[in-house]
């Protein structure tokens, strides 16, 4: 009796499946989830069902097979739960072409499930329809179409500056339609803290800990609690535990300069959703759009920091400031950081590149303490700040070694070249669009078509080519520019310098190349030379009377060690 009792409530019981995502945008209301559940009941009972149950993803694209309540739906129908499958249509189903043939032509027989598709006409109760497979492959068209033609749209979008992405933690949409965003004062706040603390020498770790203590929403938890975002299926069970992962990811934003900055992912075909990162030339930056959320010095700074994040701890976890800086004269590569295992309290860097067996790189140690760095470079920079203060005029000049009139003229001429190839770039978009639109009406042939697409894809694959160029060259000169002016404002900030900290280094400093030191009599001399921001390094004049740094520190086998201050190479 209970066999027969379970038997007959999956007889009684029947799955109403429903679905929409954008690809329904312009089908119309009736295919929203309210229309397409009261649809999908009131034929489930006329045809005898009591027990209706539903399963519903919102949002969810019909190329992919793998939805959440569908594949759930699968696995209890797969248990025997339902004899029936109710869906508005078998695009509902997916639009797979071979997924959904797949399941009505295996899966469903081989369940005793019942198929009943209503606005196609199709139950499978009433034998097999030969249209199913017509209407499944018409589906998986469709699909095809709208990316097609979604693809043309985002590129036509995201090509004139519109921001085609939501806007990121710290920004909203404007309510004026334009796609815009204006700043969201709460997050605003955080993300302005968080790049204090970062300029302030705090680590991405030390900054997590702090917004976790102070009980502030992570930006994934505070885009739901604020609606701006949709739950995520498993959500974090603490809601204020930051991660450094997620400060570094917001402190490498260029976005929040008030920059637009199109195509950063892609998708490979419109059957896979995943997004693979684009390369950098492919994406599109639109400079100063949005309000800006700090300022681009500050982002500059904030990201000559993490450019040496990657950094070595000591025994206590403790990262060096020098960290990252440090560049081997010989080989390159950047030096690491480590402490002395019998006494901790010396610490020093080395070049990864001598001690690596057979694959030895470089021939030296270049080894080099930290106590007598910071000797060095603090003595040096006093050295330039004194030059900058002294003799302003002839600091000024050595610094902008290159004419802003020159400049100037050749963006002016690079701009021009810039405007006209995006104005050809949108202009082969629309013909493009029209000759696809010419050849599904049959006023082109195929060959015809094939022809002018590739002619037109290998022009803008130039263009595209040349305006990277065109954009990298002139925003390399923009910055240049803001950042010698940047340079000279932070050396004169300096002027009564006393120690080093992480943030004079990240305004002053690119990076520090270590020679070997030589042996010479009665101890050793080191050569360090600094190469500052957007200057590299420079020549401070003999004539200006500036004493070179006199540094000499003994190590502790009793080897003096002294600073060489040799001649630099000029600016």
Known sequence: MARSSKKNKREDTAFLYTRISRDDDLVGDSYSISNQKKLLAKIAKDKGYTNLIYFCDDGVSGVTMNRPEFNEMMRQLEMGVASAVFVKDLSRLGRNYIEVGRLIEDFFPEHNIRL?????????????????????????????DISKKRRISYKIKGNSGIPIGLPPYGYIKRTD?????????????????IAAMRLEGMGTNQIADWLTEQKILT???YLVAKGLRKPTRAPNPDPYKWAASTVNHLLSMQE????????KTYSKSYKNKKRYQNDPEDMVIFRDVNP?????????????????????KGMDGEKNLFSGLLKCADCGKTLHFHFNQANHDIKYFNCPGYNQGKRKICQSTHYIRVDFLEQV??????????????????????VANYSKDAMEADQRIRESE??????????LDVLFEKIYED?????????????????????????AERIGVLKAKFDEATSKVANTDTFIAAVRKYTRIRKLTPRVLAELIDHIEVHQAENVPGGQIQRVVIFYNCIGSIEIPNEVGIPLPQVTMKTRQGVAVTYDPLPLATV
């Open 292 to 312: 800006a959320i700090w300022d681009r010095e500050t982002f500059e700074k904030i990201q000559a920091l993490s450019n040496g994040t990657r950094k070595r």
């Open 439 to 463: 050849n599904a009406l049959g006023k082109i042939s195929d060959d015809r078509f094939k022809k002018l697409a590739q002619k037109y894809e290998e022009e803008q694959s130039s263009i």
């Open 418 to 427: 810039l405007r006209a190839l995006i104005a050809r770039d949108k202009e």
């Open 219 to 221: 930006p994934s938890n």
């Open 177 to 193: 339609g334009s796609n815009l965003w204006d700043i969201d004062d709460e997050p605003c706040a955080v993300l302005r803290k």
């Open 256 to 263: 929040y300069c008030g920059d637009v900055i199109n195509f």
């Open 116 to 144: 009943v598709a209503v606005s196609d006409g199709i139950d499978t109760s009433e034998g097999e329809s030969e249209f199913a497979p017509i209407k499944n492959l018409f589906n998986e068209w469709y699909a095809r």
């Open 377 to 398: 470079v603090l003595s040096e920079v006093r050295r330039l700040t004194r030059f900058a203060c002294q003799y302003e005029e002839v600091f000024t000049k050595a």
